[in-house]
């Protein structure tokens, strides 16, 4: 048991003495969410819909109370009016409350990866078959206080995008997320909880100032060897020839030069640009990994072929979007 853990006790110890109640409900709702399945469609039914009165509603109870008794004690006819048609508008705003969820499909979209430390948006998009219209609709990750509010349409369908933010980098799934509404009259909360199935494939920190590429190795067969000048870019570069392809022109040393320069294809051929833990110069782990995925941008940027060795896994030299993704998915996941 290391120093952390053994911190954390006396203090999870003194939130306990101090604070019964919270830890009661920490309690309850951790083991509420482990009874709901993952999924990240979720159909409101009157199963997974949940209704309470609100502070106010609770004081408007109080008021009815205290009105029908005084209406009994003093036989007030105008009294007994009041205080049903008070009881009579609550109860249909409650209905109404609880119809403004119940029957909504909210679908999670997947989310896109992100690099640290960003903020992962999740966007989920509500369905309404009905034919009236959903007003004050808020959707929260779990225990959070930052709500997203909006209204969904009349046989129609909203998109509302949130946001959370992982510890760290790897594979994340997507927090308990919860709907409310107190709609119409604000007297009774209408909620419900959903545990969608998604995750979040989160990258290493790009360092912002990397130094150059590491050398490349010479292929089986070849000679010499390539190295990566300071601007990132390999040495093997040549006068453009007409006939060159556009990807071969070095085109930031032609803006600086205002010449056209192009990589000496037979030269690239012969040498392979390798990235791994061994070429980054350091042996902190987070900050390797970060050294590595800012190389992968770069190389990826500059039309290099490169491979990845990490560990056990070897990705053979490539460019391209897929290639890109496949490495950068191994250093989030390593």
């Known amino acids: 048991m290391n120093s952390a853990t053994l911190d954390a006790e006396p203090a999870a110890s003194r939130t306990a003495w101090f604070s019964p109640l919270a830890y009661v409900r920490t309690r309850f709702r951790r083991w509420f969410e482990s009874r709901l399945p993952h999924q990240d469609t979720t159909t409101l039914t009157q199963r997974n819909v949940y209704i309470l009165p609100t502070r106010p509603g609770l004081m408007l109870g109080a008021t009815l109370l205290v009105l029908l008794i005084a209406s009994i004690n003093y036989q007030l006819n105008l009294g007994y009016l009041l205080t049903f048609l008070l009881a009579g508008s609550t109860l249909v705003g409650m209905h109404v409350g609880h119809g403004t969820l119940r029957g909504l499909t909210m679908n999670l979209i997947s989310p896109k990866p992100i690099f640290m430390p960003a903020t992962a948006s999740i966007p989920i998009k509500m369905n309404n078959p009905g034919r009236s219209q959903r007003y004050g609709i808020g959707l929260s ?194």
């Open 141 to 334: 990750v779990l225990g959070a206080d930052h709500w997203t509010w909006a209204d969904v349409p009349a046989q129609g369908s909203t998109t509302v995008t949130l946001g959370f933010k992982p510890p760290g980098r790897g594979l994340h799934r997507v927090p308990t997320l919860t709907a409310e509404t107190r709609f119409p009259l604000g007297t009774f909360r209408v909620w419900t909880v959903w545990r969608p199935a998604a995750q979040v494939l989160v990258y290493p920190a790009p360092e912002k100032s990397a130094p150059p590429l590491p050398a490349g190795e010479p292929r089986a067969g070849g000679a010499g060897i390539a190295h990566a000048s300071n601007s990132g870019e390999f040495d093997g570069v040549r006068a453009y020839r007409r006939g060159d392809p556009l990807k071969l022109i070095v085109w930031k040393k032609a803006a600086g030069k205002d010449e056209l320069v192009s990589r000496d294809a037979a030269e690239v051929q012969r040498h392979e640009l390798w990235l791994s833990r061994a070429h980054t110069g350091t042996s902190h782990p987070e900050q390797q990994l970060s050294r590595l995925c800012a190389w992968v941008l770069l190389a990826e940027q500059r039309g290099l072929n490169y491979g990845l060795r990490l560990g056990g896994v070897e990705i053979k030299p490539g460019h391209g979007e897929a290639h890109k993704l496949r490495c950068l998915e191994v250093l989030a996941l390593c």
